[in-house]
Each structure stands twice: as C-alpha cells, then as structure tokens.
C-alpha cells in the first residue's frame, strides 16, 4: 500500500523558513497532481498551492510570493518552501497528490488520490 509520508515541518521565528517535504513510501510511476492544504484545529482544511504535471502552479493569495510549491520528477517528490513565514501560517500542512502507482495504471487512467499524515508548523517568537 503506497502512502506520503511528509516531513520538514517544525519551529520557526517569524519571518524565517520552512521547507515541507512529500515523497511516496514506494516506487510510484507519476504524479498528476500535487496540492499542499493547511488546517488549523476547528477550521476547514486550506488549499495552499497545487502543481500540475504540466508545471502550472497555483497558490492562495495569502501565501503568494512567500511559498513555492515543486517537485522533483526524478524523485516523485514534492515540495513547499516557505519564506517570511508569519504565525497566521501556523497549521498542519498536509500534502495531496494523484499519482499512478505503475505505467499500467498511468495508461489506463488509474490514478488514485493520497495523503500524507501532516506535519505541524508552528510560527512563533
């Protein structure tokens, strides 16, 4: 059973960095795509930043021009680097993503959708 496992997350000051992590916890063949959403307790979960295959990126407002959202192809992994880091930034950041787990699956349009199990960032001084 392939899972993402998310790591990266920690303490920061504000105005510093993060950079969040997701890989799959075995060989997959592709990614379609990648999403990073947020949740503070007793909130909706956020949706950050999304990338596609494609390469088109899309972030929320609130965090546009501060996070970065990547992948590495070779790897099957994704990333979001966070910069100028704010407490309101303060969440569980959990990592979503389409992937097909064998060239079969990518062929015939199997692609399943994956999450990770969170990694807590916490801005504060």
């Known amino acids: 059973q392939v899972q993402l496992v998310e790591s990266g997350g920690g303490l920061v000051q504000p105005g510093g960095s993060l950079r969040l992590s997701c890989a799959a916890s075995r060989n997959i063949f592709s990614v379609r795509v990648a999403r990073w959403y947020r949740q503070v307790p007793g909130n909706q979960r956020e949706l950050v930043a999304s990338?596609?295959?494609?390469?088109?990126?899309n972030e929320v407002d609130s965090v546009k021009g501060r996070f970065t959202i990547s992948m590495d192809g070779a790897k099957k992994t994704v990333y979001l680097q966070m910069n100028s880091l704010k407490p309101e930034d303060t969440a569980n950041y959990y990592c979503?993503?389409?992937?097909?787990?064998?060239?079969?699956?990518?062929?015939?349009?199997?692609?399943?959708?994956?999450w990770g199990q969170g990694t807590l960032v916490t801005v504060s001084s």
């Open positions: 979503n993503a389409e992937v097909a787990v064998t060239f079969s699956d990518h062929v015939n349009d199997r692609y399943r959708a994956l």
């Open positions: 990338l596609t295959s494609a390469g088109v990126t």
